[in-house]
């Protein structure tokens, strides 16, 4: 279960990096990847992953089958941006709850903030389940909640 301490929040400042970017940048950073463009297409939006913060921002741009991570830096209104592998956050509130940042990431690990977009969504889904008739219990899984249960 993720622990999260009320008033700290993701940063989520969106990334102005497009896509055809963000293909360069990851390629000029080394990436071999032959599906590489579908995997930038996936993610059309990119977000700070940091607690709330001034400065650069940093969010996940590629992971590896090695595990190796590949985070985008950019500044605001920026862009474009830069490209660092950074090992993972060695940090866990247990065995099922790793950290999902970079080792030695300013701010809260993953579990001690919360997505202000996660906050949200399961605010209206029940609302809008109720109006449409669909059975609701609990709070929503977003996709990638529900891709990490089926592994």
Do not use: I
């Not at 990436?31 to 001034?54: F, K």
């Not at 590896?64 to 500044?75: F, G, I, N, V």
Request: with cysteine; aromatic share 8%; net charge negative.
């Amino acid at each position: 279960m993720k622990r999260q301490t009320l008033g700290r929040y993701v940063c989520a400042v969106k990334a102005l990096v497009p896509p055809a970017t963000r293909l360069l940048l990851l390629r000029a950073a080394g990436v071999v990847d032959l599906d590489l463009w579908e995997h930038v297409m996936q993610v059309p939006v990119l977000r700070c992953g940091l607690e709330t913060h001034d400065g650069p921002h940093w969010t996940l741009l590629y992971e590896a089958a090695d595990s190796t991570c590949c985070w985008l830096r950019w500044e605001d209104g920026s862009p474009t941006g830069r490209v660092a592998a950074l090992p993972e956050c060695p940090a866990s509130l247990d065995a099922s709850t790793p950290c999902e940042l970079f080792r030695m990431h300013p701010g809260g690990h993953t579990w001690e903030v919360t997505d202000p977009d996660d906050e949200l969504w399961n605010a209206v889904m029940p609302v809008f389940c109720e109006m449409y008739g669909a059975g609701h219990r609990g709070p929503v899984k977003r996709a990638e909640d529900v891709d990490a249960d089926l592994d």
